[in-house]
Each structure stands twice: as structure tokens, then as C-alpha cells.
């Protein structure tokens, strides 16, 4: 039987968001079961889910990726965590908004 990987993302950005989503299901191993666009719905949406990873945009609006991520380490079943922040400087695409660099 195979097992998926289930993720949340965290990202301020929809497109973002919609774009990351897409690329980790096409590899049918990862399913995003939730996405929030910033610290204060991240966070009790990862605590009732309880994802095995979150991908977690360092620059949220208002607190930070950083200070989420310290949170979600104390939560019962903490989820692997793989940071992502936009690329300063690189070119826009098609769709408006810029590549990430992923931690």
C-alpha cells in the first residue's frame, strides 16, 4: 500500500501556493491537505491536521515563517518543515510572482 505525504502550505501568496501545490501533486507522492496565507491560520490548522511536513514561506505577514516554526515544534506530533522565501531579484514570471528558494 502506498503511503502519501501529507503537507500544508503556508504561503501569503496564492499563486504561490496554488503553483507549490500543484508541482508536489504531480509527483503522487505528496498531498497538500491545506493551505493558510499566514502565522495565525497556520498555525491551529497544522495543530488539528497534524501534516507530516509544512512548506513555510519565512516572510509571512505579519509574525514571521521563523517564529511559526518555533511553534509548530512544540506541538504534539511537530511536522518536518522545508522553508521557502521568494527570490529577491529574480525575474518575473507569466504568472506575476517570482521563483523561490527552497531550504
Not at 505528496?30 to 491551529?44: H, R, Y
Not at 522565501?85 to 517570482?98: K, L, N, Q, V
Amino acid at each position: 500500500m502506498w503511503i502519501r505525504i501529507r503537507a500544508v502550505i503556508i504561503e501569503d501568496e496564492p499563486l504561490a501556493a496554488q503553483y507549490l501545490a500543484a508541482l508536489l501533486d504531480d509527483t503522487c507522492q505528496v498531498e497538500v491537505v491545506d493551505t493558510a496565507a499566514d502565522s495565525e491560520s497556520g498555525l491551529p490548522l497544522c495543530a488539528e491536521l497534524r501534516p507530516d511536513v509544512v512548506f513555510l514561506d519565512i516572510n509571512l505577514p505579519g509574525r514571521d515563517g521563523v517564529s511559526l516554526a518555533t511553534q509548530l515544534a512544540m506541538l504534539p506530533q511537530p511536522p518536518r518543515l522545508v522553508f521557502t522565501r521568494e527570490m529577491p531579484g529574480a525575474p518575473r514570471t507569466p504568472f506575476g510572482w517570482t521563483r523561490w528558494t527552497i531550504f
